[in-house]
């Protein structure tokens, strides 16, 4: 019984702890004010993943920038991943950080930026 206890431990705390293949992330930059699509916005992710690596902290990364098209859409993907931080820069706007948490291999992730005072 305490051996299947320490599987059940041991699967559920790895199980937590893994890398989702196939990642797309998309999503739309706006103006916070107007709603309007800010065209011509930098998206740049960086993509961390566990890998291999025997303590489950992140192994490696990978970085991608991309630009909004004319109705300020953006579509990037990756291999695999588990975290990702995004930084958003438009001219005339401040400059947005965010990160979050790869659940699945489909993600949309929308972005109100603020006008510059």
Request: aromatic share 8%.
């Given at each position: 019984m305490k051996n299947i206890l320490i599987v059940l431990l041991f699967l559920a705390?790895?199980?937590?702890?893994?890398?989702?293949?196939?990642?797309?992330?998309?999503?739309?930059?706006?103006?916070?004010?107007?709603?309007n699509p800010i065209e011509g916005a930098e998206i740049t992710i960086v993509c961390w993943f566990y890998g291999n690596s025997p303590d489950q902290s992140y192994s490696d990364e990978q970085?991608?920038?991309?630009?909004?098209?004319?109705?300020?859409?953006?579509?990037?993907?990756?291999?695999?991943?588990?975290?990702?931080?995004?930084?958003?820069t438009a001219l005339g706007y401040n400059e947005k950080l965010e990160t979050k948490y790869i659940s699945g291999s489909k993600n949309s992730i929308s972005i109100n930026l603020e006008q510059k005072n």
């Open positions: 705390f790895t199980s937590c702890q893994k890398d989702i293949a196939d990642i797309v992330i998309t999503g739309i930059v706006t103006d916070a004010k107007t709603s970085t991608k920038s991309i630009k909004t098209d004319s109705k300020g859409k953006y579509q990037i993907d990756f291999d695999k991943g588990a975290f990702i931080e995004i930084k958003i």
